[in-house]
């Protein structure tokens, strides 16, 4: 492992560009910028940064808690309050954070919402969500988009239309009450030009996993890879700079031969490419990643930075069927796919990035992942002859993280996916 | 003719038949009829019926069956019912079931319905995407194609053509089924030591796996039977029972809070089968859009329904208020996101309008329920023994 990290260009960047967003939404009240709450996945932030809102991603504060160690006591905070243990730690971090003064991770307080737009896809949970911050916040108005399930492993015409007619009957007017501004489609489409390059940067920067060594990892660097799409920047022209900067970045470490850079270095030796199903735990981020890349352990393709997007199908928004792209975009997201796209999705990854393992990281809390999980591993097992592996952990709540009882069974199947290698090669 | 206790007995063997015995029987008699099996909390069973179908409830194995396949399918935090409902089709249970639907009320039982799909059980999976928009030309739109999806599924399989007049003779069929069983709920209002909870339980529960022409026979029957004075009143306190509206409790558990001191006089068990609220309209031109326009317009409050322009919370005191319950006992499944999540708010409300309530888990499969009953005994006991009548003044 070498130990030198170098800061690369893209970091920088997206270092700036998360500082900017916390920064403006920190002085919204006085800029008199309005501001959305909404989700990661179906985000649409290209109609929301068309008003000139802000946006707001409650699941972001969230595992930002995680990641800052905070998580733990605002999930306590909800608990006191009445929500149940068995219940999304997501919600209870967001309850708790609130209840605590709403203080964002920079330190700076999230102003209150202005609109609740609850474009509710893939995660029945989240319309619980909002029920709750409804009443937390009470009089903002709530605009609700319901992104119907690909139950019949399509979007079908009817379903788009659905979607159409709330955009444009329930969302948009909203939209422009609370910003003050009419609806300009010619704005949208500019912000949607901007989403199909970065679409296309997203599925190059993460196709490159087919190199060895794979020169990223595609679920915990990729949770950052995915970061600008997924914080508010879908549709600037500051993603697109972005994810050109990360791309070619990405290119200069082919060239060079280089493994993913880890947070203690780049991996030398890549002994095992894996693909992962499920979100990341974020609360000992650090110390699950490293469980990784000390074992030489490679993520050449993740479910989770699909989360807020699936681009490897062929979807890309288009910029002349605004509202309709949008939808499609929405109905599009990794949780909103039946279980069998899930499992065609899952096993494309497999075969094309030549994994050696399929292992599904199952959060205790979130259903809409983690319902259903056990039977697409044994169907990618059967169909692919591959060797499964299976971890548990939470996102944000720390007392569901077991570094040993993690680390036992990853060493286990490293163990059996070095004993395969030696096999097949024989 | 049938005594209480016969009904009661054979409404019992039913609810709990887990072989479908009658439904496969019926289905038998003609080569068009279908059984499709629907997950909770509410399709509407009209749409089938009219196709010469018969919905089927799906509630799980209950405490009736044992988990050892089920459980390899899930996490040990996720909810009991989708297991034991895979313990059922891995046993075979559902032979001879033609269709699933599967209505959108939680994450679970939205990935249950790619399980099927990945087993490869029934001639269709349907996912009923019920809407949350609840205008008539947006949701009622979608929602009336969604329908139609299942009317197509079904012709594909028996050739059955639904005509508006067919339709229209099913709407009246459950909306009678409705009535009755609401009557019902309003004869034990007022004199709930006639019939004990689970015993009205195992009524209603029937009719989730029979043809509702005989439930609508039964209903009537215990309605005669219920109007004469039988049994005698106790000393209990009144009380709604709320947040076990898909995964089942144990009917042990409902014994259990009644033995502990309460008439329960309002709950949400099957809430499948009171979910419209009222009639739907029998006689309109186009039937199909009359059923989509009573899920918008009639729907009672719950915990899968989008609820921000009519708050849930003041519809259960509304209904608590109805019924005169002295307090509510929230009984939800461990791990069920959708009830759980709702706790907080209608607790929230029964603090502000100081009503009493208490809280607590089980599993369809719950065995001991003495740590319940004392719970339930202490709550009862502290309204009777201890507390001015607060809302209602309903003690005597």
Request: aromatic fraction near 10%.
């Amino acid at each position: 492992m070498t130990k030198d990290v170098v800061k690369e260009k893209s970091m920088i960047i997206q270092k700036e560009m998360i500082t900017r967003i916390f920064k403006d939404l920190s002085t919204a009240k006085e800029t008199g910028k309005k501001v959305v709450y909404t989700f990661v996945p179906g985000n649409i932030s290209e109609l929301i940064l068309s008003f000139d809102m802000l946006p707001v991603y409650p699941e972001i504060n969230a595992l930002q808690s995680g990641m800052r160690k905070k998580s733990g006591g605002f999930i306590l905070d909800a608990e006191k309050h009445g929500h149940s243990e068995d219940v999304c730690t997501y919600v209870k971090c967001d309850v708790g954070m609130m209840i605590n003064g709403n203080i964002g991770p920079t330190g700076e307080k999230i102003p209150d919402p202005d609109l609740l737009l609850l474009s509710y896809t893939g995660c029945f949970t989240f319309m619980k969500w909002f029920e709750t911050l409804e009443r937390l916040y009470p009089g903002v108005p709530v605009a609700l988009l319901h992104t119907p399930y690909q139950e019949g492993h399509k979007i079908t015409p009817e379903m788009t239309s659905y979607m159409v007619k709330q955009l444009k009957e329930e969302v948009i007017p909203k939209m422009e009450k609370v910003s003050g501004n009419k609806y300009s489609e010619e704005k949208l489409k500019m912000q949607l030009v901007n989403s199909s390059k970065v679409e296309d940067y997203i599925i190059k920067i993460f196709d490159t996993t087919k190199h060895r060594p794979s020169p990223i990892d595609a679920y915990f660097a990729g949770v950052y890879y995915i970061g600008p799409i997924n914080i508010g920047f879908r549709g600037t022209p500051g993603a697109v700079t972005y994810y050109e900067e990360l791309y070619k970045e990405i290119l200069l470490r082919i060239e060079k031969g280089l493994g993913p850079i880890t947070p203690e270095g780049v991996i030398e030796e890549e002994r095992f490419r894996l693909v992962v199903e499920g979100p990341p735990n974020w609360t000992h981020f650090r110390e699950f990643w490293k469980l990784f890349y000390d074992m030489g352990a490679v993520i050449v393709a993740s479910s989770y930075t699909k989360v807020g997007g699936v681009y490897d199908m062929g979807f890309r928004v288009n910029p002349d069927k605004p509202l309709e792209s949008l939808a499609k975009y929405c109905m599009n997201c990794y949780t909103n796919l039946s279980l069998q796209q899930r499992v065609e999705l899952l096993s494309k990854c497999i075969t094309e990035y030549h994994a050696d393992g399929f292992l599904v990281n199952s959060i205790k809390s979130c259903n809409s992942f983690s319902a259903g999980q056990l039977m697409i591993m044994q169907q990618l097992e059967k169909q692919l002859e591959i060797p499964v592996g299976f971890i548990e952990s939470d996102l944000v709540d720390p007392r569901y993280f077991s570094y040993s009882n993690i680390k036992n069974r990853l060493e286990s199947f490293f163990q059996m996916l070095e004993q395969r290698k030696y096999i097949l090669k024989k | 003719m049938d005594s209480l206790a016969e009904i009661i007995r054979k409404c019992e063997e039913l609810a709990f038949d887990l072989k479908f015995t009658r439904a496969k029987e019926w289905k038998s008699l003609d080569k068009t009829r279908v059984l499709v099996g629907h997950m909770p909390i509410y399709i509407p069973r009209e749409v089938v019926h009219a196709a010469n179908g018969l919905a089927i409830g799906i509630l799980g194995g209950g405490d009736k069956k044992l988990i050892i396949k089920g459980d390899a399918y899930y996490q040990s935090y996720i909810c009991h019912m989708p297991r034991s409902i895979l313990e059922l089709v891995m046993d075979g249970h559902f032979e001879g079931f033609d269709g699933f639907i599967f209505p959108s009320i939680c994450d679970v039982i939205r990935n249950l319905s790619g399980m099927f799909q990945l087993l490869g059980k029934g001639r269709f999976i349907k996912y009923l995407d019920l809407p949350q928009n609840f205008k008539r030309h947006i949701g009622g739109e979608f929602y009336k194609q969604e329908l139609q999806q299942i009317l197509e599924e079904i012709y594909k399989i028996n050739g059955v053509k639904v005509t508006p007049e067919r339709l229209r003779h099913s709407i009246l069929l459950f909306n009678k089924n409705r009535r009755l069983t609401e009557q019902i709920y309003n004869i034990r209002q007022e004199f709930p030591w006639r019939m004990t909870a689970a015993d009205l339980y195992h009524i209603v529960r029937a009719g989730y796996v029979i043809p509702v022409e005989e439930h609508n026979e039964i209903l009537e029957n215990v309605i005669r039977l219920i109007q004469e004075e039988r049994g005698d009143p106790l000393d209990k306190i009144r009380v709604m029972v709320i947040g076990a509206f898909c995964e089942q409790p144990p009917v042990g558990l409902i014994r259990t809070i009644e033995m502990a001191g309460c008439y329960i006089v309002e709950d949400d068990f099957l809430m499948g089968a009171r979910w419209i609220q009222g009639d739907i309209d029998p006689a309109g031109t186009d039937p199909l859009s009359d059923i989509c326009n009573a899920y918008l317009e009639k729907s009672t409050f719950s915990s899968s329904v989008y609820d921000v322009d009519n708050p849930k919370e003041d519809r259960m005191i509304k209904l608590m208020t109805d019924r005169k319950a002295d307090g509510i006992i929230f009984a939800a499944p461990s791990f069920c996101d959708p009830a759980l999540l709702d706790h907080p708010i209608l607790q929230k409300a029964c603090n502000d309008k100081n009503i009493r309530f208490i809280s607590f888990l089980y599993s369809e499969n719950t065995g001991q329920f003495k740590v319940i009953k004392e719970q339930v005994g202490t709550f009862s006991d502290s309204i009777k023994l201890w507390e001015e009548p607060v809302l209602f003044g309903n003690k005597e």
